[in-house]
């Protein structure tokens, strides 16, 4: 395989890139008028992610405004579920809504057969934005193609939707393990399958988001946290040998380390993690991503630039991703992510 | 100072006590019905936080169930923001209700000069449970008195009740931080005064619970969970000496080491914690307090002897207070209750 060239792909091989490659978590949405625009044209947010051309064009939006170094397929984590027929509804101020699944019939209603054809949109998505990048002459913007990992959707197939602590969620692993291990095993396969078939659409790194890794205990965060991002990782890299993995096992705190043993190529940190502290506890080839707080970005001026360097400042000698610790908020002053991603080029 | 011969504060004062001395987090609460029943007869929450013989009540029935270790005061963390005239509201099924303070007029408004006497009944309950922990017999429990670390008091007053993840407070700590830095100076006095109150009434040990530290970033955790536990602490030693005192910086994650430095005899583990690793970052001589996940408690059976077996073989060789890692839920069997008690005092 030839060497890559573009910083995002650099960085995931194991290379001090410096200024650090940098895009932003949710860096399509809402605080963009132009996103706004788009999503005003559309019924709603499922509409959005499956029609290839408002996708492939709001997934770009942040790469016109700012070059970042990486355009994340504008989707969902709850794309997947929804494939395998788990109903999904996005309500205005309240989230996502879907039926709770409880038991041996809600896990067996799930069709993976079902899957191919309900996220071919995705795919399209995917090939409409490595052309357009291309086209639009984003050369050294690598194109991120994404999931949420196995726990995390299940957290909020038990809930019906998001939850402070997913008590529901934990409940089951402890009381049934037999009926959420049935549903972690079948969600796990399915996510091998949706990230495969994005790498083969385009995508140049792939992403698992476990945004809820941080409710569990330890035995269950290894059992299911580490244990299926081992499996996907490793299926991945059989599958797409150079597709670089990240991943995002968000407030997993002193596990940290452990979630290194999946083999993913770089870590997402969160806004709790002190970096310096972090990278003693990982392997040096890893790369790491983050973490900035996204009130810093609200905020702006001195008090963002205060966190920015601090972060710059302890990942100057290893592989390293600038981001955020969490996803960009909507009141968001976009001429402060002008700022930052100056800021960052600038060091 | 006398040797202690309670066991918890035994283990407080860095003694290897086995089997541990054991409590639980909200162990007066919803779960058991004789609770259910006194919380029948009173108007609302904050009138049973400050009336002393229905306080005192539902702080001694879990003692006479399982002889726990520990009483702890039944109060609120928001009794105190509420002592300093700031408005306190419970809503059923919602939590927390306060106006926002948003303002230097907000800030300006708490009144420290109204705390003495609007805690007087907490004081009262706290005199009534000592007495009657000895009057009904139980020599070897142990009082805890508590309070609010300032950041999460900050957090419920700065958003007007709870939150996921307390945007308006990090903006605020970020933006304006002489205000977020005022209202943080004006709450760490104001606890101090609290606690010292409880210590003098009869409070053998204080507990300051940070519930939502794990949302600051590392600078800000230092800042204003770090910072104002040590001011604290070093002032109740001062003040109280042979008071210990236990921290409970919640979702602390790779920050635990830091809080150590507060000075705290002990600190509290959230059910996120690996104990073996965290006490890899701690001093020997403090104690460790935790951390089963609510959740085992209600699977109950396998799954709950398998997380307390997991703990007890982690922490046998270091001072160690078995306790849940947050607080016990409403829906909890109270024989499983009795069922960990028995697992825990058969190590």
Redesign the interface.
Known sequence: MPEPTKPLLRALAGEEVWPPPVWLMRQAGRYLPEYRAVRAGVKDFVALCTTPELAAEVTLQPIRRYGFDAAILFSDILILPWALGHGLEFKEGEGPVLPKLRDAAGLAALDPARVADAVAPVMETVRRVRAGLAREGFGQTALIGFAGAPFTVACYMVEGG?S??F?AT??M???D?GLFGGLMDKLTEATIGYLSAQAEAGAEVLMLFDSWA????????RQHVVGPATRIVSELNRRHPGIPVIGFPR???????EYAATGVNAIGMD?????A??AA?LPDGIAMQG?L?P??L????D??F??VD?ILLAMKRRPFIFNL??GI?PQTPPEHVKALVERVRAA
Chains 1, 2 share one sequence.
């Open positions: 998001g402070r602590d008590a934990r409940a692993a402890y009381a393990p941080g409710v569990l205990s330890p035995s269950l965060f407030l997993a705190g002193l596990m940290i380390g806004t709790s993690m002190d970096l502290r972090a506890l973490n707080d009130m810093a609200v905020a702006g001026g008090a963002l205060a966190e601090t610790g969490h908020v």
